[in-house]
């Protein structure tokens, strides 16, 4: 196990593990620590902590400093600039006539680059777009292209569930969701019903989907003849929370239904009724 501080940085819920040194830090602090693309300023989530050998980046990047004042007037000033830099790209991207969405804008601690976002149907071809911008702000550019889940991530939002999108708010990365998971789960398909602001099946369908997994295998499919205590009949649905299902019975003339626990009832080669034993030989002629 190593010893690490978390830390994280505005507009990204990602914890990254860094090297205190002999700092002495407290949760919630504003700190400049030294990435991969030069310095940057983030905040403390925790003084300490333990995490495997495994999660972390060796060497470990240092922690340079607790953020000054003067540290804070420079995010501040930097975070200043967004609104006009982001005015200025558009006008640039309309008077190319890019197809391109611009979505956001970063400077660089160091004010050495200007980090532009955008999505985009197919591959932009925008380098003279960046000679345009160079020329207005004199440092380095860069422009990123993202699909539609980052673009959510980026703006954030409210979620069906009147939650923030998991992806902006709660989710370090993005996970593997696919339609499986909304079927073992018994949720309707329809597109408008699983799908999240980026038009993407929602991130929450993975987060059960394990248990979802499991029950499935435990319990008949619907349509499914089962047999009863009360006799034979077919499953109509099925609540996999309570591991129980409801069997539409024909008895006598009359049709009732009757919820079970699944351990109650018997399916698949056990539901079948024995084959009837033939008393007589086969003789051959």
Known sequence: ?????????????????????????????????????GQELGFVVSPEAEVSDEAVVTPLKPVLRIATEKDEEIAARNEG???????????????????????????????????????????????????DLASVFRIRIELKQVGSRDETRLLGGIAPCGREVCCAGSMPDFRKVSIKMAKNQGLSLNPGKISGLCGRLMCCLSYEDEYYAGACKQMPKLGANVSTPEGRGMVISANMLKMEVRVKIEKDGAVFYRDYPVGEIAFGKSAEPAAEEDDGKNEED
């Open 81 to 131: 600039r967004r609104e006009e830099a982001m005015k200025i790209c558009k006008e640039k991207i309309a008077a190319r006539g890019l197809p391109m969405k611009l979505i956001g804008c970063e400077f660089t601690f160091d004010g050495s680059k200007v980090i532009f976002t955008f999505t985009a149907e197919n591959r932009v071809d925008f380098r003279e777009l960046v000679k």
């Open 1 to 37: 196990m190593a010893k690490v501080v978390v830390i994280k940085f505005k507009g990204n819920c990602k914890p990254y593990y860094f090297s205190a040194g002999k700092l002495e830090l407290r949760r919630g602090q504003n700190v400049v620590v030294e990435t991969s693309r």
